[in-house]
């Protein structure tokens, strides 16, 4: 199994900065591109790319992001990280993890962790 964790995530005044991590780990033969989501709370809505990355350090951002936010990755760790500057005022949205991993004797997947909230709010 390929287990994914974000962290990070908290309560940041409006205008400051942030830094989510997120972890995969398991049985991981290879990695391939990991992304970030964002979900605001309430049906109906649905989660949107934040930003991306390949194995090779090619990267992607949702226009609301682009120059606010930078993503990268670790590939020795199996890790990725998204710095997150002058957040605005907005409401409460839990940050997903999705990493593309191919499991040892199995095939490639998409795994999702359970997501980290962040709340920007003075």
């Known amino acids: 199994q390929v287990h994914v964790v974000e962290s990070g995530g908290g309560l940041v005044q409006p205008g400051k900065s942030l830094r989510l991590s997120c972890a995969a780990s398991g049985s991981i033969e290879a990695m391939s591109a990991m992304e970030w989501y964002r979900q605001a709370p309430g049906p109906g809505n649905l989660r949107e790319l934040v930003a991306g990355i390949t194995r090779g350090g090619s990267t992607n951002y949702g226009a609301s992001v682009k120059g606010r936010f930078t993503i990268s990755r670790d590939n020795a760790k199996n890790t990725m990280m998204l710095q997150m500057n002058s957040l605005p005022p907005e409401d409460p949205a839990v940050f997903y993890c999705?990493?593309?991993?191919?499991?040892?004797?199995?095939?490639?997947?998409?795994?999702w962790g359970r997501g980290t909230q962040v709340t920007v709010s003075s």
């Open positions: 999705k990493a593309g991993a191919k499991e040892i004797g199995g095939a490639w997947g998409g795994y």
